[in-house]
């Protein structure tokens, strides 16, 4: 080798200064010399699992301060006599102490306990889960049965302890709500910071993540945390970490799965089949002397139905079979959805370079007939090369590209439409012409329209392209000092085309004059026709870099301290340009095909921008006494183009943590405790974190609109207020993690125990609101309300059973936590819901988001608890009784009694929420996991329901109830209309009223799957894994909430405020999945 | 090692810029400051008046629509010209009377659970009701405009003029001012309280000093006034009609509408200050004085050649989406949202071309609604959108971009009628002033087409009812309808309209003598929307109608 270099040298740079070669090979030569003269041990460290090689352990030779670190195959060499103990240890697995040897290899088995995980976020730098002071969570996705709609945040649900994770719309592509601590900001939502690898991800949806890309998710929801990514990490964050190509041979991985889904409908939502309109001796429904008649040319009933619900003599018990006739709506609409899900992934590692290429294919199609697909394509690829000796070079790269057809979104418009249909309309038939009716006159209902009317006229086209491409460059020096920079863009443009055909020779359309589109302001049959086009752009950028320098006292300085500390250093930046762009064109051509540039009038509606810079130093400062405590403090301090008007001023954000791991003491270890709680760590931590204003919120424009072919100025509804301040959250927690040591034998032989409690308070929270209208102008953003959230959050890890054929754990997820509004600056706020006619009201000392409505009364002399008299006068109480479904009512007119007033509904949120999930596994061929979830003291608003009572559409209405006839005092039986309509009009029409406020709890086996690895059973040489895995999702939920699904929520996804409002929401679906996952 | 550290520091460098990148400029609007010029103060005095007055609100709703369907629509279905199923914003209770007593007696009561206009009223008019609260729509577009007006008036004092600076000064001025009066005359024909708003946009304040309607009509009175002395100091005429011609959106240069004359906006002027004297004062408690100055207004007000102040849609609803007419409307067999009150067309005469030309019948059973949502707004008949075609007659409804007009301030009609009533009381209902009232009222009723044969009364009483009919008709939809009822003193609980056709009971049985007894507020609350906001200040006038 000697000789080689030497060669080399003189064949190559001979021309080059041959001082500079003599030092070099002066240097090599001293080097090469103390390589001769030191004993050189060598070996490999890998995971005793599955044999795969482990980077990054370190190696220790005892007694000296010479160390090693394995490389990325798993290999080390370190100066060392043959023979010398080494201690092998690295994070997550059990630590070993061996001879040192030319072929050290070592296996390491993996440490079971939860409480041994490492994890990043949050602390910056990898450390374990023992020597953390707050709370983080971790998911190994790796192992998981995938959701059917192959996404991150699905899988998620129920996984997290202290976060509520709810699937709150059943459609195809739909996103959920996350709260993970509390309500911090009523304008900014719940939605926690993204991040892939250390970098922030904005602009792509959460749940248009491949599941497949990631092999982990950690999720740290406390502020201590939080600060470390500054003002936008106060709802906490979630992290993801990518899959990485592992040493060995090329790894393909195939999976496929096929899913069946079905809209749940738990409370049995159905329509009345019998009704109270005017009828002849016949029994068909007449208006006058006329009698109802549809015309098939027109698609329209001859007259209006007849009948007055609050009539006493109105009962719903007439059958609908004589020129009307009962058509069930949902089997009429709803559909047998399917998710197809494919995916190939081909990953490995070879000499300075690893690598994972994957793509993934999720297809699913809605519930509803003929409203379109989703599909979503996502390419991945992760990309790491060591460049130099411990430089690396990373690149992640995901592409998703997502075409939605879903002519209904969220579905709530065709679900919505069906609710308000009286049952006798049949929307499948259609006009001499073979065209659908649009609306087929008042009597089917007002609010009624037909979805296949939408269908045939109107498609949309949804395009949309994320990138989401890091970049890591890593240095780590020999020793002290690791630098790391990334770099993440994160783009998405998204392309919407909502098509609306001519209607003009529509017979029903036109005799209707019902025609649909959008835009349109003159919508008649002639001006029909019409193509929206709407552009969305999001260009995010993250540039982060860090530089962390690490000092052991007692390896670095020879100190007899066991000391460890960390310093990190971090500059963070990053960038938003949003835009986005929106054109009509209407009044379509007489021909076909034809496009927006042949529209006769052809407008931009839209045509805006917003940018967001912000920047920041972070300087955190950690020190760990050996395994005992550990504690640290930080400051994050940010600029960001928010605060530019006022100077640029920086805003600063604290942060600091410590932990005592009591049981490493020896009073502990000796004790006796030890032997059931093996770990014991106490810890608390605080931190602060924020939310800047919202782009325009301090500026003062006017605007400008078209009045004719003029550009004019106006005034903007919603002026900017230059003296916004950002919001700030802080947090303290307080919590203990434990191990426990539990009996000897196969079961129950570990477990763990994480709880924590948190307190948080956020002030200068930020919200439009209303001013008085005398000042010209409607809301101005301020900094109205302080809020003030507390909480749990626990989880209990147990291994059931561990034996050498089976393993089956067990955890239990906990979370509890309230928010209450604890400061309103200025008068009252309100904010706008979809709860009957009472909005959301946000008063200080009040749970945030909770209702005002009416009460009905359940007993005749019920108190007014605001004046401590009955509702009903002593003296009339006699008129009312309690009838025989258990409201109060008139005995005279049967109608329900309520308050006059409205009262507050209480704190509809959660009181606490729990899952628990099941993992058994036989000797790695079959696993059968399952997870049931339970949410506790929920409440919905049931608008749907209210809806469904205003034309009697809904089938209670055919539930006889008994109440006394007060000229007889014989109770009578009958489906008393005027009981269900007066329920719609108690207080007053739509209003909001107890009655449709409905206990939300609900216990829902959430998933239950089995798999099955045939490669291991038959030992087929060429197959790694050949597994097939059935799964169910939502098959069982136990609920009182009489709506389609107790989990849905109609307010915009992940509102602060507006989360107890079913309002047609798309139920979740029950699934079935049957997958196979092939591995080469 | 050097390398690594070099490219550590250049990719550091390259993204460490100065601050000034964090100077992100708000590019979505122009700043204020781009209304400081000529150009700017005229542009903004029309998109503002326009926009802000009659379009762009905080709650909105598609169903009653924008000022001139909804806020107007409300006095319509106070006024009994239409009724309304629909709950939205309760406006199938605002118009609900308290009680219908049918041709055989029996009684419809109103069936909502809160079941007088009165306690409607009071329990909506909260502020988290947001927009649900009817009252607040009017008060919130006509301050507004008031607001707006102000911002005018400061900016063109201040602004700088290519030309003509007087006269184009004076003629902004006059625009502003009108626009103010006309606000003011809204907000005190309705609302019991208001204040008196001088603030401009910028200033974002405003005073909790509450003053009576009286006094808010004496504000808007005062604006009319300084108008027409803004109009006396226009001295070039060219100026005036190039600022006018810029003021006006030139779609609405069109039919009655266009660049008037200064003499023309003086008589525009005098028809609204008759206007708020008439609106305002039960007809039994009108003094002589108040009849002699309405002569002498609308002797001075609008002729039948005169523009005037007029609403068109156009293809992008810029201004208008539907008008109140455009609501009732339908081509075919449905109805539109807002159903044509019986009582509307009870008072067309036999064969008045108005009703020939524009009301279509429904099919028997159609227009039978849901009966526990009013008990009087069933109804044979709706509008034919664009009309029957009729050469010369009046059409009510046409959604057609740029079709159809409707008038937003004072009209000949209104003028015309005034100045009948008027003639009738100054006249002590001689011979002489019925033959010259009706003469008046043939004279509208040939304006909008109605080929009737020329009006005969032979008493007071007959004159009065010609009267009363040909304001029904000729008045409809342009959000007056309100006010006569008001001040013909037949919606206080107490009074009644006697006579009425009513499609009573499921079947839409036809009663022509029922007696409906409305039981309306005659002037609303201040709207708790402002009051949560800006509370009375000590010494305010009262904010609720003592009613």
């Known amino acids: ?1080 | 090692m050097k390398k690594i550290i070099i490219a550590f520091s250049l990719v550091l460098l390259t993204v460490v810029s100065c601050k000034k990148e964090l100077n992100i400029i708000d590019t979505n609007g122009p700043s204020p400051s781009a209304a400081a010029s000529e150009a700017g103060v005229i542009s903004l005095a029309q998109g503002t008046i326009y926009k802000n007055g009659f379009y762009d609100l905080k709650y909105s709703d598609g169903v009653y629509g924008r000022f001139w369907a909804g806020a107007t629509g409300f006095h319509e279905m106070m006024g009994d010209i239409i009724g309304v199923e629909a709950a939205n914003a309760y406006i199938n209770q605002i118009g609900c009377p308290n009680k219908v007593t049918l041709d055989n007696s029996s009684v419809l009561l109103n069936p909502s659970a809160i079941n007088t206009q009165y306690a409607l009223l009071r329990s909506v008019n909260v502020n988290s009701q947001s927009g649900g609260n009817p009252t607040y729509y009017e008060w919130a577009y006509m301050y507004n405009m008031i607001v707006a007006s102000n911002t005018i008036l400061n900016l063109s004092g201040k602004s700088a003029y290519t030309s003509e600076a007087v006269s184009k000064k004076a003629t902004i001025q006059a625009w502003a001012y009108f626009w103010k009066g006309y606000a003011y005359a809204r907000i005190g024909s309705i609302y019991y309280a208001g204040i008196k708003q001088n603030a401009t946009f910028e200033d974002q304040s405003t005073n909790g000093n509450y003053v009576s309607k009286e006094s808010i009509i004496a504000e808007s009175n005062t604006m009319f006034d300084n108008a027409a002395t803004q109009l006396g100091a226009v001295t070039s005429t060219t100026a005036y009609n190039e600022v006018l011609g810029k003021l006006i959106p030139s779609f609405l240069q069109t039919g009655k509408g266009g660049i008037f004359s200064k003499a023309e906006l003086l008589r525009n002027i005098y028809t609204m200050k008759a206007r708020n004297i008439l609106v305002n004062t039960p007809i039994a408690a009108m003094s002589a004085a108040q009849w002699s100055s309405i002569l002498m207004l609308t002797t001075s007000g609008i002729k039948s050649t005169d523009l005037i102040f007029t609403g068109r849609t156009d293809a992008n609803g810029d201004f208008l989406g539907t008008t109140i007419a455009d609501k009732v409307a339908s081509s075919a067999t449905a109805t539109g949202t807002y159903k044509l009150s019986e009582r509307w067309i009870q008072d067309f005469k036999t064969g008045d071309q108005r009703f020939a030309n524009n009301v279509r019948s429904l099919n028997p059973g159609i227009g039978n609604f849901n009966q526990d949502r009013g008990n009087s707004f069933n109804t044979r008949y709706t509008l034919k959108k664009a009309g029957y075609g009729i050469s010369g007659v009046i059409v009510y409804a046409n959604s057609d971009a740029g079709a159809n007009e409707i008038t937003l301030c004072g009209t000949f009609e209104e003028n015309e009628l005034m100045k009948a009533e008027a003639t009738l009381y100054v006249g002590g209902f001689s011979a002489a002033s019925i033959t010259s009232a009706m003469a008046m009222i043939d004279n509208v009723r040939n304006y909008q087409g109605a080929g009737l044969a020329p009006t005969l009364a032979a008493d007071a009483v007959a004159a009065k009812e010609e009267l009363r009919r040909e304001r029904r008709i000729a008045l409809a939809f342009k959000g007056l309808s309100f006010y006569d009822a008001r001040r013909m003193d037949i919606i206080d609980p107490s009074k009644s309209r006697t006579g009425c056709v009513v499609l009573a009971g499921t079947s839409g049985a036809l009663n022509t003598n029922a007696t409906i007894n409305y039981g309306f507020l005659d002037y609303w609350d201040v709207p708790d929307n402002e009051l949560a906001y800006n509370p009375a200040a000590a010494g305010s006038a009262p904010i609720k109608n003592p009613k």
């Open chain 1, 1 to 1080: 080798m000697l000789f080689f270099l030497f060669t080399f040298a003189n064949i190559h740079l001979n021309k080059i200064n041959m001082l500079k070669i003599k030092v070099i090979l002066a240097i090599l030569c001293v080097s090469l010399f103390s390589l001769v003269t030191q004993a050189q041990v060598k070996g490999k460290v890998t995971d005793a699992k599955d044999g795969s090689p482990i980077s990054g352990a370190s190696i220790n030779v005892k007694g000296k301060r010479t160390y090693a670190i394995s490389n990325s195959d798993g290999t080390f060499e370190v100066k060392a006599d043959q023979g010398a103990a080494l201690e092998i240890s690295y994070v997550g697995f059990n630590s070993q102490t061996v001879k040192g040897s030319s072929n050290t290899d070592v296996a390491l088995t993996q440490d079971s306990k939860s409480l041994s995980e490492i994890v990043v976020t949050g602390v910056g730098v990898a450390t374990s889960k023992k020597k953390i002071a707050f709370a983080v969570e971790s998911v190994n996705l790796s192992n998981q049965v995938k959701v059917a709609t192959g996404d991150v945040a699905q899988q998620l649900v129920g996984q997290i302890a202290g976060a509520q994770i709810s699937s709150t719309n059943g459609s195809p592509g739909a996103p959920l709500n996350i709260v993970l601590r509390g309500i911090n900001s009523i304008q900014g939502g719940t939605l926690p910071l993204i991040m892939i690898d250390g970098v922030e991800v904005r602009a792509t949806d959460f749940n248009s993540l491949d599941v497949n890309a990631y092999e982990r998710v950690e999720v740290v929801q406390g502020a201590a945390a939080a600060t470390l990514y500054g003002a936008q990490g106060a709802n906490g964050v979630i992290q993801l970490f990518s899959k990485k190509g592992k040493p060995g041979k090329p790894l393909i991985e195939i999976s496929s799965s096929v899913t069946s889904n079905e809209l749940l409908n738990i409370g049995g939502v159905s329509k009345s089949r019998f009704h109270a309109f005017a009828t002849n001796a016949n029994n068909e429904v007449i208006n006058g002397s006329n009698l109802l008649t549809f015309d098939p040319t027109n698609l329209e009933y001859s007259a209006n139905v007849a009948y007055s619900a609050l009539s006493v003599t109105s009962f719903a018990n007439k059958a609908y079979d004589k020129n009307l006739q009962f058509y069930d709506h949902y089997k009429m609409f709803f559909q047998k959805g399917y998710a197809f899900n494919n995916s190939v992934t081909i990953s490995g590692s070879k000499d300075k370079m690893d690598y994972l290429l994957s793509a993934s294919n999720n297809k699913q199609n809605s519930n509803f007939k003929n409203n379109g697909d989703y599909q979503r394509s996502n390419l991945t690829s992760n990309l790491g090369i060591e460049l130099a000796k411990n430089l690396t070079l990373r690149s992640s790269t995901q592409l998703v590209y997502t075409k939605n057809t879903l002519n209904d979104a969220t579905g709530r418009g065709v679900l919505y439409s069906l609710n308000n249909t009286r049952p006798f309309a049949n929307y499948d038939q259609k006009d001499l012409d073979g065209n659908y009716g649009a609306y087929f006159g008042n009597a089917v209902g007002v609010n009624s329209y037909n979805p296949n009317y939408v269908n045939q006229y109107s498609s949309t086209l949804d395009n949309k392209v994320d990138v989401v491409q890091n970049f890591n460059l890593n240095y780590k020096f020999r020793k002290y000092l690791e630098l790391d920079t990334k770099y993440g863009i994160n783009f998405q443009q998204q392309n919407v085309i909502y098509r609306y055909e001519d209607q003009e020779l529509n017979k029903n359309a036109v005799s209707q004059d019902y025609f649909i589109g959008n835009y349109n302001p003159n919508t008649s049959g002639n001006t029909t026709g019409e193509i929206d086009n709407i552009n969305y752009r999001t260009t995010f950028q993250n540039f982060l870099t860090t530089a962390t320098l690490r000092t052991d006292f007692e390896k670095d300085f020879g100190l007899k301290i066991p000391i460890k500390t960390s310093t990190q250093v971090a500059f963070d930046y990053r960038k938003n340009n949003f835009r986005q762009f929106y054109a009509y064109g209407y009044d379509a051509p007489i021909f076909t095909p034809w496009n927006a540039s042949q529209a006769g009038v052809y407008k931009v509606v839209a045509d805006r921008g917003t940018s967001f810079v912000t920047y920041g130093t972070l300087i955190n400062q950690r020190f760990d006494y050996s395994d005992i405590a550990g504690a640290s403090v930080g400051v994050r301090r940010d600029f960001s183009s928010l605060s530019y008007v006022e100077g640029g001023k920086a805003q600063s954000f604290p942060r600091g943590d410590a932990y005592v791991n009591i049981s490493n003491f020896n009073f502990w270890k000796g004790g006796k405790i030890n032997d059931v709680v093996n770990y014991f760590k106490i810890r608390a931590a605080y931190g602060e974190a924020g939310g800047q204003p919202g782009f325009g919120q301090r500026d003062i424009l006017l605007g400008a609109a078209n009045l004719g072919p003029n550009n004019v100025f106006t005034f903007p509804i919603t002026p900017g207020n230059k003296n916004v301040q950002i919001e700030v959250s802080k947090e303290t927690e307080l919590g203990f993690d434990m191990g426990l040591k539990l009996l000897s034998g196969k079961w129950l032989k570990n477990g763990s125990i994480s709880f924590t409690q948190w307190d948080r308070k956020s002030d200068n929270v930020l919200y439009n609101v209303d001013v008085a209208p005398s000042l010209g102008y409607g809301s101005a953003p301020q900094n109205a309300y302080g809020l003030g959230s507390n909480g749990i959050q626990a989880s209990l890890n147990l291994n059931v059973l561990t034996s050498k054929k089976f393993a089956w754990d067990f955890t239990t997820n906990f979370s509890k936590q309230t928010s209450k509004i604890t400061k309103v600056t200025g008068a009252e706020v309100v904010i706008t819901s979809a709860a009957g006619s009472t909005n959301y009201v946000l008063r200080e000392g009040e749970k945030i988001g909770q209702l005002y409505g009416y009460i009905i009364l359940k007993a005749v002399d019920q108190i007014n608890p605001k004046t401590g008299q009955p509702f009903i006068d002593k003296a009339n109480q006699g008129n009312f009784e309690v009838a025989s479904n258990g409201w109060v009512v008139n005995k005279t007119t049967k109608r329900p009694a309520n308050s006059a007033d409205k009262f507050s509904f209480g704190d509809p949120n959660p009181k606490f929420n729990m899952s628990f999930i099941n993992t058994i596994s036989f000797k790695n061929f079959a696993t059968f996991s399952m997870q049931l979830d339970w949410i506790y003291g929920s409440h919905l608003y049931n608008q749907t329901k209210s809806w469904m009572y205003r034309d009697g559409i809904s089938s209670n209405y055919a539930n006889p109830i008994t109440i006394t006839n007060p000229t007889t005092n014989q109770p009578e039986t009958q489906a008393y209309t005027a009981f269900y309509r007066g329920i719609y009009q108690a207080g007053s029409n739509n209003g909001t009223k107890d009655y449709f406020y409905e206990n939300a709890s609900f216990l829902r086996l959430r998933n239950i799957s089995a798999s099955f690895d045939l490669a291991k059973f038959t030992k087929l040489a060429f197959f790694k894994k050949t597994q097939l895995v059935l799964s169910g999702r939502n098959l069982i939920t136990k609920t009182k909430y009489t709506g389609y699904d107790p989990e849905v929520s109609s307010g915009s996804s992940n509102s602060s405020f507006d989360r107890a409002v079913d309002h047609n929401t798309i139920p979740n679906t029950r699934s079935y999945t049957v997958g196979f996952n092939i591995s080469l």
